[in-house]
């Protein structure tokens, strides 16, 4: 998830749900923001391939959103500028029925993946094996590479913290970046446990996670 490296005045945007229309740029948001992520980098080592193959990935993912989970995005007039994907507990991992639904969509991302299929479906168990089932999960978020920086990050993420409160629950998140530990900290999150490697020298999964509260 991308990491946002100071304060500044709120933006101008708006922050609204995700809905079905904002489903293709929201991908290409999330995957241009998240093309250099550590692991993503391992995951899906050809530059010139990555975003292409992260967008795929990242429709599905919003799509399922939209259906079963809560997302946000930031629009600045008719632009998205930002992303953010949430499931309510209970909410995530997709069931076989959803996976199903997917289908298409599937095939898509294993025809641009390819010999990465394994380690993307490796990657995905031991991601969603990890997430507590009485939390909220924050699965992505992501800011136009020319917009990070600017509060948009901390714009969604504060709209999609408060619904959590609203619930009186706890959230989790992971991220491969050590550098957004500290970021996710001024939030409330605090490392859950050891990270995990990925690969033996890294990079590593930095879970967290942000004790229930009120609002």
């Given at each position: 998830m991308?990491?946002e490296?100071?304060?500044?005045?709120?933006?101008?945007?708006?922050?609204?749900?995700?809905?079905?229309?904002?489903?293709?740029a929201?991908a290409?948001?999330?995957a241009t923001a998240?093309?250099n992520?550590?692991?993503?980098r391992l995951?899906l080592p050809?530059?010139?391939r990555?975003?292409?193959?992260l967008?795929?990935?990242?429709r599905?993912t919003?799509?399922?959103t939209?259906a079963?989970?809560?997302g946000?995005?930031?629009?600045?007039g008719?632009?998205?500028?930002g992303?953010l994907?949430?499931?309510?507990?209970?909410?995530y991992?997709?069931t076989?029925?959803?996976w199903?639904?997917s289908?298409?969509?599937?095939?898509?991302?294993?025809g641009l993946?390819?010999?990465?299929s394994v380690?993307?479906?490796r990657?995905?168990r031991?991601?969603?094996?990890?997430?507590?089932?009485?939390s909220?999960y924050?699965?992505?978020l992501?800011i136009?590479?020319?917009?990070?920086?600017?509060?948009?990050?901390?714009t969604?993420?504060?709209?999609a913290?408060?619904?959590v409160?609203?619930?009186?629950a706890s959230?989790y998140?992971?991220t491969?970046a050590?550098?957004?530990?500290?970021?996710?900290?001024?939030?409330g999150y605090?490392?859950?446990?050891?990270?995990?490697?990925l690969?033996?020298d890294g990079?590593?999964?930095?879970a967290m996670l942000?004790?229930?509260r009120r609002?």
């Amino acid at each position: 998830m991308a990491a946002e490296q100071r304060r500044m005045a709120p933006p101008p945007d708006v922050v609204i749900p995700l809905a079905k229309q904002h489903v293709p740029a929201a991908a290409r948001v999330v995957a241009t923001a998240l093309a250099n992520d550590p692991g993503y980098r391992l995951l899906l080592p050809d530059d010139a391939r990555r975003v292409a193959e992260l967008t795929a990935l990242y429709r599905m993912t919003l799509a399922d959103t939209v259906a079963h989970g809560r997302g946000l995005v930031t629009m600045l007039g008719p632009v998205v500028t930002g992303a953010l994907a949430t499931y309510p507990p209970g909410a995530y991992p997709m069931t076989p029925a959803r996976w199903a639904r997917s289908g298409a969509r599937l095939a898509g991302i294993a025809g641009l993946v390819r010999a990465q299929s394994v380690a993307l479906i490796r990657f995905g168990r031991l991601v969603a094996s990890a997430v507590p089932r009485d939390s909220w999960y924050f699965q992505a978020l992501g800011i136009r590479p020319d917009l990070q920086g600017t509060g948009r990050g901390t714009t969604l993420l504060r709209s999609a913290l408060a619904l959590v409160d609203a619930a009186g629950a706890s959230s989790y998140l992971e991220t491969n970046a050590p550098e957004n530990v500290a970021y996710y900290e001024r939030f409330g999150y605090a490392s859950l446990r050891e990270p995990v490697a990925l690969a033996p020298d890294g990079p590593w999964i930095h879970a967290m996670l942000r004790p229930a509260r009120r609002s």
